[in-house]
């Protein structure tokens, strides 16, 4: 109950949006969450539940991680928030610690608030690292709801009420590297992919599909951007998803778990070469809370839980299992279910008629 | 009660447990899965 009698449902649905306050309770899910451990969280009737959502990527290391929860709370108690007058440990602790973990010649951080900040800064530095204008898209990817980003998904849903979006971007097929080598021509500043399509029904691409996109784009001088807002720190049993192929971006996008679940933070890494224009005029992209000591205190404790508990390796040997028994159903009921796909830990089913279990 | 979904493919049932989840809980979700999926056939039959 709220401080006048109302429940969170009934304010969401009066002061919040009332659409998702309907299809949270259509769902059955119009309890008030007031606690969150591990796998688990409560709401204010003491129920509990089994939490396989994950906050859509957010959940890695689970609900309130002791260790980052720990970390969290000692910055807490010295400094939450930058002064921006000096230098602040955490931000630098965490670039150096990233740069250690990322591909290839990634060394350079610029620290935001979520994944959608994450891509709309990159979009603006591929540009200005490459002078060029043109960005390609694949079909069916998420890249976040703010105009530029939502320029570079291609869910027509989503974009199509806001139409016109920014011009300059082009939608090709995912997965497909003939369509690929067509569109990219030598306007193109950038290529954005999620290296597996998360929030479009997780999609993932024919093995060598990400290796052939980055030489297409070497040989046409362009840009390879890989959002891994959620496919990083470890989700897909690798650190992050493009160790699968050995591949190398200029840019990596991270957010969602690399706060461990606790704090919000989103990172663009480059390579030195992408990262020059910006070094000469570091005031033309910027954000006052970005990169702020307590969600790199986060940041950095979740680096520690995902090396010492080795947690990419655990998600590929736990993942399979319960992969097997997924596809099992899903020979079992064929009526139900269409298909199960995963990658590593990662496990979706995709359904006929069933929309929740 | 386990939750499981995806608002922006809702055709998709997403399982995406933290990587440190106890080897337990997935057998626990499998069985739940198994029911739901027992119970989805019957109702569908039932309305057939
Ligand atoms: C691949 C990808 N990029 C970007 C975003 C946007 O992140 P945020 O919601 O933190 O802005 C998402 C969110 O689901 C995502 O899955």
Redesign the interface.
């Known amino acids: 109950m709220n401080g006048d009698g109302e429940s969170a449902a009934a304010a969401y649905a009066r002061h919040v949006n009332d659409g998702l306050a309907r299809?949270l309770s259509f769902?059955g899910?119009d309890a008030a969450a007031v606690r969150a451990e591990?796998?688990f969280?409560w709401d204010e009737q003491g129920?509990?539940?089994?939490?396989?959502?994950?906050g859509?990527?957010v959940?890695?290391?689970?609900?309130r991680h002791p260790r980052i929860v720990a970390a969290v709370t000692a910055q807490l108690e010295r400094m939450p928030l930058s002064a921006k007058i000096l230098f602040d440990k955490p931000t630098a602790e965490l670039a150096a610690r990233l740069a250690d973990i990322t591909p290839g010649s990634i060394s350079k951080f610029f620290f935001c608030n979520s994944g959608t900040e994450a891509v709309e800064g990159a979009l603006k530095l591929a540009r200005l690292a490459s002078g060029r204008s043109r960005i390609i898209y694949a079909e069916n990817s998420?890249h976040g709801k703010t105009l530029g980003a939502l320029s570079a998904t291609g869910?027509d849903k989503y974009r199509e009420p806001f139409l016109p979006l920014l011009p300059e971007f082009t939608g090709v097929p995912f997965g497909d590297a003939t369509a690929m080598a067509k569109a990219l021509d030598e306007t193109v500043a950038a290529v954005i992919l999620e290296p597996i399509q998360g929030?479009?029904?997780?999609i993932v691409p024919p093995l060598g599909y990400l290796a052939e996109v980055r030489e297409l784009t070497r040989q046409r001088g362009a840009l390879l951007i890989l959002d891994e807002v959620q496919t990083g720190m470890?989700?897909t049993g690798y650190n992050f998803a493009c160790e699968r192929e050995g591949v190398e971006p200029d840019f990596i996008l991270l957010a969602k778990a690399l706060g461990g679940g606790v704090m919000p933070l989103g990172a663009i890494g480059g390579t030195p070469e992408v990262w020059a224009k910006f070094e000469q005029n570091p005031l033309i992209h910027s954000s006052t809370f970005g990169g702020n000591p307590l969600a790199c205190a986060a940041g950095i404790a979740a680096l520690d839980v995902l090396q010492e508990?080795q947690?990419?390796e655990?998600?590929a040997q736990?993942g399979e299992?319960?992969l097997a028994?997924?596809r099992k159903?899903a020979a079992?009921?064929p009526?139900?279910?269409k298909e199960t796909r995963s990658s590593r830990?990662?496990?979706?089913?995709?359904?006929r008629?069933?929309?929740?279990? | 009660?386990?939750?499981?979904?995806?608002?922006?493919?809702?055709?998709?049932?997403?399982?995406?447990?933290?990587?440190?989840?106890?080897?337990q809980?997935?057998d626990?979700?499998?069985e739940?899965?198994?029911t739901?999926?027992a119970e989805?056939?019957k109702l569908?039959s039932e309305f057939a």
């Open positions: 299809l769902m899910l591990g796998c969280v129920r509990r539940f089994l939490d396989f959502l994950g859509y990527g959940f890695s290391f689970g609900h998420f869910r929030e479009g029904g997780v470890g989700r508990e947690l990419a655990r998600a736990e299992p319960f028994r997924l159903l079992d009921y009526d139900l279910v830990s990662r496990c979706w089913s995709h359904s008629s069933m929309r929740r279990k | 009660m386990l939750v499981a979904f995806t608002l922006n493919a809702p055709e998709v049932i997403r399982f995406e447990p933290p990587l440190n989840t106890p080897h809980l997935f626990e979700v499998a739940k899965v198994a739901a999926l989805t056939k569908v």
